[in-house]
């Protein structure tokens, strides 16, 4: 994912002489592609993302289309100031990226531990925020960001984790929500504990993959769509999925508060939800230090653990 | 006969910024006062002579910038659209009214205003990036920002000045209205600054200081600047005085938050009226 990330951000540099790319002192050897093919394109702003993300709306204001990109802990949660008042409250093309959200800087503690970052983006108006899950939907997510000119909030987490698609997707197939495909998830026959067509899971970026694990082998017969772009959020076809339901499994590598299941919830408040589990990190912060699926597991996202609280769910679901 | 407005050269007498100031001031019957008095003369200098709009086009994309970082400043800018003619009289008798556009604050959206500001230290980086962005394209578009003293206590102010230094941003002009006010008190009694010369100095400018009330010497000071070879970004220190140009509002912090009453206001017009407008 990483290595798409860069190839396709060099192509659009080579393509495009105004489009720069801004880092925060972050990205070592991600970047070499993209130095050696575009060197007067890529600037150091050393260690200092308020000037970074300042200094982008300043050159985005003369025509430029920076991508600034930074850990998803600092750009943008330490500087949502600047997006908001520099940025996008002047609609300026100018594409952040946080990179390693989530718990990838598991061992790192919470100064590098991100699971805020879609809550505090999706409040701030004229803001695209996006969340690919693969390289598929990070290509088309970029693609969009660029040619769009909005103002974008972009979210890396977890990302060798793997495809989870099997092919190319359009920029616009990935501005809803995108259907896992039945001949990705490889049914085992006779593992099957759930056979709830009706059942709907929602996932975004790194939870994609643990979606498409569980619904393997426990639940084939549910419907995995992954959301690779929150905000605007295609409301339409997310009530119309969640209305066609009878139970909703949300699940996010990011705080239950303000994250995905919470657009989601907006989305259906005027017409109501049936049942709606939320799996995400309930409001606290890393305890101890460790792996990162040390730490999945620690906040109860790991797939075993996942996949409790789904069983659990479901049976509760089931006696209603 | 009809005068076309393109013959009618704005003057931006200091005087007259003034009583559009109060006027708006007492129209809107809003603070920032004293804030907007003590760069009166730095921008007239700068729309004056320093300032390049092709057209008369606030939004030409060959124009210079000025950069107001201290947002809290803006009706001095406001008073010197009006001398050019981008801003009427119906702007600034209508201030704060239900419904209108110009703000107690910078706004972006207003043609004529470069960035949103009042959140302090934001103006400064952004003011970098376009300068930054000037150079990439290879134009001699120039780059103005006016920061407040108080304002340098925003540690992005730093971020942004060690970059321009870095860069080599000789198109950058950062002006500080240093007028030894913020809003609860003298800026030596809450962060002292020391000498704010010294200060840009050690982040790599070109720096002087000045009397940020005489006109001469800011012009100076610009033109002095624009002619040296140097690459370092610039700074000018203006030394003012908050409220300057109505004696019972000079240097008196309470006019960073008061609202002029009617008496307030014809007393500060009287003292206006004997500046020769």
């Known amino acids: 994912m990483r290595a798409t990330f860069s190839s396709v951000l060099t192509q659009l540099a080579v393509s495009d002489p105004k489009v720069l790319l801004l880092t925060g002192d972050h990205g070592y050897a991600l970047f070499d592609e993209f130095r050696k093919a575009c060197p007067s394109q890529y600037i150091n702003a050393g260690i200092a993302e308020q000037n970074m993300v300042g200094m982008a709306a300043g050159l985005a204001k003369l025509g430029f289309k920076p991508f600034v990109y930074g850990l998803s802990a600092f750009v943008p949660v330490r500087v949502v100031e600047q997006i908001k008042i520099d940025i996008a409250h002047d609609g300026l093309p100018v594409t952040l990226i946080g990179d390693g959200a989530g718990f990838?800087?598991?061992?790192?503690?919470?100064?590098?531990?991100?699971?805020?970052?879609?809550?505090?983006?999706?409040?701030?108006?004229?803001?695209?925020?996006?969340?690919?899950?693969?390289?598929?939907?990070?290509?088309?997510?970029?693609?969009?960001?660029?040619?769009?000119?909005?103002?974008?909030y972009l979210r890396m987490g977890k990302a060798d984790l793997g495809d989870v698609h099997s092919e190319s997707i359009s920029e616009e197939a990935v501005k809803s929500p995108i259907s896992i495909t039945k001949s990705k998830i490889s049914v085992e026959e006779g593992n099957r504990n759930n056979r709830d067509s009706s059942v709907v899971i929602f996932a975004s970026g790194s939870m994609v993959k643990t979606a498409i694990i569980l619904a393997n082998?426990?639940?084939?017969?549910?419907?995995?769509?992954?959301?690779?772009?929150?905000?605007?959020?295609d409301e339409e076809s997310v009530r119309s999925l969640c209305l066609g339901s009878k139970a909703i499994i949300v699940m996010e590598e990011h705080s239950i508060i303000g994250g995905i299941s919470s657009a989601i919830l907006e989305a259906c408040s005027a017409i109501g939800c049936p049942p709606l589990l939320r799996i995400g990190v309930t409001d606290r912060f890393s305890q101890f230090c460790g792996s990162y699926d040390y730490l999945l597991q620690e906040h109860g996202l790991s797939t075993d653990l996942v996949g409790k609280k789904i069983d659990n769910f479901l049976d509760e679901v089931g006696r209603l | 006969m009809k005068i076309s407005s393109d013959l009618i050269v704005p003057q931006f007498h200091s005087a007259t910024l003034r009583r559009t100031i109060l006027d708006m001031a007492y129209a809107g019957s809003t603070v920032h006062i004293g804030c907007a008095f003590s760069i009166v003369e730095l921008l007239a200098v700068l729309y004056r002579k320093y300032l390049k709009y092709p057209n008369n086009d606030p939004n030409s994309e060959a124009r210079d910038y000025l950069v107001l970082s201290k947002g809290h400043g803006v009706m001095a800018q406001y008073a010197c659209m009006k001398e050019i003619g981008w801003l009427g009289l119906e702007d600034i008798n209508s201030y704060f009214k239900d419904g209108t556009v110009l703000k107690g604050l910078s706004d972006s959206r207003v043609d004529g205003l470069e960035v949103t500001s009042g959140s302090l230290g934001h103006g400064f980086s952004v003011g970098v990036g376009i300068a930054m962005g000037a150079k990439l394209c290879g134009s001699e578009q120039k780059t103005f920002v006016i920061v407040g003293d108080g304002e340098l206590n925003e540690g992005a102010i730093w971020e942004g000045a060690m970059f321009a230094a870095q860069q080599e941003l000789n198109n950058f002009m950062v002006i500080v209205d240093e007028n030894g006010l913020q809003a609860m008190g003298k800026t030596s009694d809450i962060i002292n600054l020391g000498s704010i010369q010294k200060k840009f100095e050690s982040f790599g400018f070109d720096v002087v200081t000045i009397d940020g009330h005489n006109e001469i010497l800011i012009d100076i000071a610009i033109s002095e600047f624009q002619k040296t070879t140097s690459m370092a970004p610039k700074a000018i220190i203006a030394k003012t005085v908050k409220g300057k140009g109505v004696s019972f509002m000079e240097n008196d912090n309470r006019w960073h938050y008061s609202r002029l009453t009617k008496a307030d206001y014809d007393a500060a017009c009287g003292e206006l009226e004997g500046q020769c407008l």
């Open chain 1, 217 to 233: 082998e426990r639940y084939p017969d549910a419907r995995v769509y992954s959301l690779a772009i929150l905000k605007p959020l």
């Open chain 1, 104 to 152: 990838v800087y598991s061992h790192l503690g919470t100064s590098h531990q991100s699971t805020e970052d879609i809550a505090c983006t999706r409040s701030v108006p004229n803001l695209v925020v996006m969340s690919p899950a693969d390289r598929f939907e990070l290509e088309a997510c970029m693609m969009l960001a660029y040619r769009s000119g909005c103002s974008t």
